[in-house]
């Protein structure tokens, strides 16, 4: 038998959310794997141009596309924009994501589905767009990123709990659905440090409770990415249905 790598030369990936944070360092990873890399972005398009200008400079092909993934149209157009320039898809990843903190009795229906559209609607909506083209050529990877959140709940996050954990569901149910050919897990970090989880954003008392961890450090965007390129890898070839927590030890199922 061959040595299996963390080569991912010779495939396209699509990685949603890519313009900073978790999805950048994702797409980068990517990128020095050898991986042609989609950026998708939501109005952050200087930002995702300097990624995809990040990856070229390692080699890469990339391409930056916009695109709103909580709508249907929008993603069948990204689809079709990313088979045709880069090649079909090899590789999704499902990082576009929101986070929000607000006592649940405060909390509107707006905000909820907010929520919901933009961190649980979108990974179905990319994954009914992308799994056809995956099942006509008989493999694929689809990484969908959750949070262990997701597993742990957490007082004042209701929505974003919620959307998680369904991440988590509709991960398992695909996996069983399109095993063995399509290979389909979840990546549930723990605290990691992005512009999301800043002091800008979040309570002093929300960023001690995510701290109270056996690390007792925030995660790099960096240390996420190692455990995506791994399920993207053949080195994760009877990963299935699987959700992986580099979470600094939040959760120790």
Known sequence: MEPITLSLQGRTALVTGAASGIGRAIALGF????????????GRDAEATAVRDEAGALGASAMVIEADVT????????????VSSLGPIDILVNCAGIIQQKPFLDTTLADWDRMIATDLSSV??????????????GSGVVIN????????GRDSFAPYCAAKAGVIGLTRSLAREFAPHIRVNAI??????????SSAHMSPEWLAKELDIPQHRFAQPEEIADTALFLA???SRFYCGQVLGP????VMP
């Open 247 to 250: 979470n600094g030890g939040s």
């Open 31 to 42: 990128a020095k794997a050898g991986a042609a890399v989609a950026i998708n972005h939501w």
């Open 124 to 137: 179905f909506l990319v994954c009914r767009a992308v799994l056809p083209g995956m099942v006509a050529q």
């Open 71 to 82: 709508r249907p149209y929008p993603v069948d157009s990204m689809i079709r924009s990313v």
């Open 233 to 235: 890898s053949d080195l």
């Open 145 to 152: 990123i959750a949070s262990d959140l997701g597993l742990l």
């Open 188 to 197: 549930a970090p723990g605290p990691v440090e992005t512009a999301m989880l």
